[in-house]
């Protein structure tokens, strides 16, 4: 295995920050005010969907992304003696870019989050960041990103799920990799200066890269102006 200096030097963060900086720049202009069809009411689906035609026909020319978008991109595996789908997945947003020396595929899983505990085990769990450990996605990348759209206040939504990663039997199940100082999160992240903090997994031989472990970078997004009139039954996740 490469050491973790090693992978770092390597992986294309210019890239993967411009298109950290794309998608953030696409949500805070459509999250500006409540339109008809993206508003705090839309499900997850419909909000990357449109989110990532948004990125790719305005806000990608305009920054000179070169990479491709995806929205509801379709992975899985497939059994070649029988033809049978074994496994299937559809991330939310993926932007893969390359050049003559390295490629990368940098997924974001979005998940819609309220103060509730169950929007919390949605985020974390299996459904959630648990896809980038025992799941197949970003198999053999090194960097993915859990993006949280905040359907309440921040410091109600947030803290509460950092708190959660210190639990011991979540972060076995998640296969975290504390920090040098035993945390199990790195804040403020090391990968994206808008991150709120990040995560490191250990994985399956065969979905992880030379190194060993996938660093998730997790960001939470707010819309622009009030939700407080959002009922109960928009509070899904």
Same mark, same amino acid.
């Given at each position: 295995?490469?050491?973790?200096?090693?992978?770092?030097?390597?992986?294309?963060?210019?890239?993967?920050?411009?298109?950290?900086?794309?998608?953030?720049?696409?949500?805070?202009?459509?999250?500006?005010?409540?339109?008809?069809?993206?508003?705090?009411?839309?499900?997850?689906?419909?909000?990357?969907?449109? #989110?990532?035609?948004?990125? @790719?026909? +305005?806000?990608?020319?305009?920054?000179? %992304?070169?990479?491709?978008?995806? &929205?509801? /991109?379709?992975?899985?595996?497939?059994?070649?003696?029988?033809?049978?789908?074994?496994?299937?997945?559809?991330?939310?947003?993926?932007?893969?870019?390359?050049?003559?020396?390295?490629?990368?595929?940098?997924?974001?899983?979005?998940?819609?989050?309220?103060?509730?505990?169950?929007?919390?085990?949605?985020?974390?769990?299996?459904?959630?960041?648990?896809?980038?450990?025992?799941?197949?996605?970003?198999?053999?990348?090194?960097?993915?990103?859990?993006?949280?759209?905040? #359907?309440?206040?921040?410091? @109600?939504? +947030?803290?509460?799920?950092?708190?959660? %990663?210190?639990?011991?039997?979540? &972060?076995? /199940?998640?296969?975290?990799?504390?920090?040098?100082?035993?945390?199990?999160?790195?804040?403020?992240?090391?990968?994206?200066?808008?991150?709120?903090?990040?995560?490191?997994?250990?994985?399956?031989?065969?979905?992880?890269?030379?190194?060993?472990?996938?660093?998730?970078?997790?960001?939470?997004?707010?819309?622009?102006?009030?939700?407080?009139?959002?009922?109960?039954?928009?509070?899904?996740?």
């Amino acid at each position: 295995m490469t050491s973790t200096d090693d992978w770092r030097t390597a992986f294309p963060i210019q890239p993967a920050t411009e298109a950290v900086e794309a998608l953030r720049q696409a949500w805070t202009e459509l999250a500006a005010r409540p339109l008809r069809e993206f508003n705090e009411t839309t499900k997850e689906g419909a909000l990357t969907k449109r #989110l990532k035609i948004y990125i @790719e026909n +305005v806000v990608a020319p305009q920054r000179g %992304l070169l990479g491709m978008w995806s &929205a509801e /991109d379709i992975i899985g595996d497939l059994d070649p003696t029988t033809g049978e789908m074994v496994e299937e997945r559809r991330t939310d947003i993926c932007y893969g870019w390359m050049d003559q020396n390295q490629d990368m595929q940098l997924v974001f899983e979005f998940k819609r989050l309220g103060r509730q505990k169950r929007h919390r085990d949605h985020y974390l769990r299996d459904k959630g960041l648990g896809r980038f450990v025992t799941g197949i996605y970003s198999r053999r990348q090194s960097v993915a990103a859990m993006v949280g759209v905040l #359907l309440d206040p921040e410091h @109600e939504v +947030v803290p509460p799920i950092r708190k959660a %990663l210190g639990d011991a039997a979540l &972060a076995a /199940d998640l296969r975290l990799r504390p920090t040098a100082s035993g945390e199990p999160f790195t804040r403020p992240s090391t990968m994206f200066i808008s991150a709120d903090f990040d995560t490191e997994h250990e994985r399956e031989a065969a979905l992880t890269p030379a190194h060993g472990t996938i660093n998730v970078s997790h960001f939470f997004l707010a819309f622009s102006y009030p939700v407080s009139t959002r009922k109960s039954k928009k509070a899904r996740p």
